[in-house]
């Protein structure tokens, strides 16, 4: 992609709900996007407990943002973060976000975001609640993207595959152009299992749908043809 055409994505962190560790690969999955030009972690770097961030920020390009403790209980680290998206998307030069946090706080906005056309990323635990992870376009689990990740030795690992999975794929599958022989190319049937923001391949432990497709053997059956293209049609 010619880099005049790169889209602009933003990170914004939140230090305080976010784990360091899942820096590196939530920025890879970012790149698919486009460029992540903006990266800003907000928290009150005082702590002890951010001293890891702190650690990293120079290492990855990260802009800390100081966020004092005015009040207990109130979250001034939520309300800086809030107020800088906006401000970018009303500056109107970011084309997609990505927001490392659990917190269900920033449903809102996420939701905000995505009217006006955005896409929003969104990097937590498994826990998220679950209005967060429908409001965000994509929705990563990052603990198991950082299990991933590191798993370059077995590139076709990965977790269980329950019956909820295989009937999402399924349902992909059926929706998705199919020729008389019943299949459908595998790259459509996962942009259409994608309009569901919680599912990605790597929450599964797979980094490529085709390994996922394959793990899920007996319900599937996947072909490469001529066009060097990935097939894939079920089977029960």
């Known amino acids: ?115 006006d056309g955005l896409i929003v990323y969104g990097f937590g635990s498994e826990k998220a609640p679950n209005a967060f992870k429908t409001a965000c376009t994509r929705y990563i689990d990052v603990d198991q993207l950082i299990r991933t990740s590191s798993d370059d030795t ?22 998705a152009s199919r020729d008389d022989e019943g299949f459908a190319r595998l790259h459509e049937v996962g942009q259409i299992a994608g309009n569901r923001s919680s599912f990605d391949v790597r929450n599964h432990g797979f980094k490529r749908l085709s390994d996922l497709m394959q793990a899920a053997g007996e319900n599937f059956k996947m072909e490469r043809r001529d066009d060097k293209q990935l097939y894939v049609k079920r089977l029960r």
């Open 154 to 175: 077995k590139p076709g690992s990965g977790g269980a595959i329950d019956s909820e999975l295989i009937e999402l794929l399924g349902a992909a599958w059926k929706a």
């Open 1 to 115: 992609m010619p880099e005049a055409n790169l889209k602009n994505i933003a990170l914004l962190i939140d230090a305080d709900n976010a784990s360091h560790h899942g820096i590196d690969p939530v920025l890879t999955v970012l790149a698919e996007l486009g460029q992540v030009n903006i990266r800003r972690a907000y928290g009150n770097w005082a702590k002890p407990a951010l001293s890891n961030w702190n650690q990293i920020s120079h290492r990855y390009g990260l802009q800390p943002v100081q966020q004092f403790d005015l009040t207990k209980g109130k979250n001034a680290t939520d309300i800086a973060m809030t107020i800088d998206a906006i401000d970018l998307l009303n500056a109107g030069k970011v084309d997609g976000f990505g927001i490392m946090s659990s917190d269900s706080d920033f449903t809102p906005l996420v939701t905000r975001l995505r009217q």
